[in-house]
């Protein structure tokens, strides 16, 4: 069974060691690989460094494209499942192996990790919050399955669906719409409860200005891919 952690990363570097760290300790029968998203900082100067198992987009190609070519790289190296862990130390590392076993045993095509189930850890800020609970009624309505976590980043899947992400992904803020698409293709999605923390350090990409464009962006994705 080979596993595979995606880290999409860009300007992470004060954060990267530490998830390293986090994977090493705790999911042990894991591979990994960074996808440095042309990072501005001295992202891939630490990897360099730390010999850190990297690859270097030469260009800025967003999250989508970064989680993506980690897609592409798992189908190519023909990994049985893969798991998005995000390089801002937000997502931990000892959650991973009970996602693998449940995915496998349960034979669920993607397994969501939710904070939201328990309600313990880092909750995000109220704003998000809110977001996070449209997009779960939105995904209820258009769906009939609710999901409690739905811009959770945190997501494992299996070869089924990495062969389907490896050759279409959304290029920006792409977990709601691709549930959608997960389910909609008759695929099992699950979650399981999940701790998360706080971002270690740097600035999240989302500002609250560009949380009212994503809201807006997403919902439409969401009905486009509906009306597929």
Request: net charge neutral; charged share 25%.
């Amino acid at each position: 069974m080979k596993k595979l952690i995606i880290i999409p990363a860009y300007n992470e570097a004060e954060n990267l060691e530490n998830t390293i760290k986090n994977i090493e300790m705790y999911a042990t029968t894991f591979d990994y690989v960074i996808i440095n998203d042309c990072s501005r900082d001295n992202t891939k100067e630490l990897c360099r460094n730390k010999n850190f198992h990297v690859i270097n987009l030469p260009v800025n190609l967003g999250i989508g494209g970064a989680v993506q070519t980690g897609y592409l790289y798992a189908l190519e190296n023909n990994y049985d499942l893969a798991v998005q862990v995000d390089g801002d130390g937000q997502h931990d590392a000892k959650f991973l192996n009970v996602m693998a076993d449940y995915l496998l045993e349960q034979k669920v095509d993607m397994v969501i990790g939710s904070r939201f189930i328990e309600k313990k850890g880092f909750q995000s800020s109220g704003m998000r919050r809110l977001g996070i609970k449209f997009f779960t009624g939105l995904i209820r309505c258009l769906t009939g399955k609710t999901i409690t976590d739905p811009t959770s980043g945190l997501r494992m899947v299996d070869k089924d669906i990495i062969r389907m992400f490896a050759n279409d992904y959304p290029k920006d803020y792409p977990e709601p719409e691709t549930v959608v698409s997960v389910i909609r293709k008759g695929k099992k999605v699950e979650e399981l409860p999940v701790v998360m923390h706080e971002r270690q350090g740097g600035v999240s990409s989302i500002s609250p200005k560009k949380s009212v464009y994503y809201m807006i962006k997403v919902s439409l994705a969401i009905f486009i891919e509906c009306l597929r």
